[in-house]
């Protein structure tokens, strides 16, 4: 989990040409108004979304699964799943 930085902009990012320039990009994408990025090179591949199969009984961060190949993949919803606490959320104080 390393490669994902998580940045508090909302819409003004940096340009390609700077993220470039450091010799490193990322591939972002916005999870509940915050800006994410994960290290390009940590990225095997990037396929369409489609729709997903449920799966009874399952978490609710669980929105289903595809078949990728032959292969089962799940499919999980970042924003149920908040790898960094919501702004206002009582629930987000350190402990």
């Known amino acids: ?5 998580h940045s508090q902009r909302k819409a003004a990012q940096e340009p390609q040409e ?8 990322y591939l972002t994408f ?3 108004g915050e800006v994410f ?6 990225i095997k591949e ?11 009984m399952m ?7 595809i078949n990728l190949r032959g292969r089962v993949v ?7 799943v908040s790898v960094v606490p919501r702004r206002g959320d009582p629930g987000a104080a350190a402990s």
Not at 1 to 5: G, Q, R, S, W
Not at 74 to 80: K, S
């Open 59 to 65: 978490p609710e961060f669980m929105r289903g699964i």
């Open 37 to 42: 990025g994960v290290a390009i090179v940590s």
């Open 74 to 80: 799940p499919v999980v919803d970042l924003a149920v």
């Open 30 to 32: 916005t999870v509940t």
């Open 1 to 5: 989990m390393n490669a994902l930085i």
């Open 18 to 25: 700077r993220q470039g320039a450091r010799g490193q990009q």
């Open 46 to 56: 990037i396929i369409e979304y489609r729709a997903t199969t449920e799966v009874p």
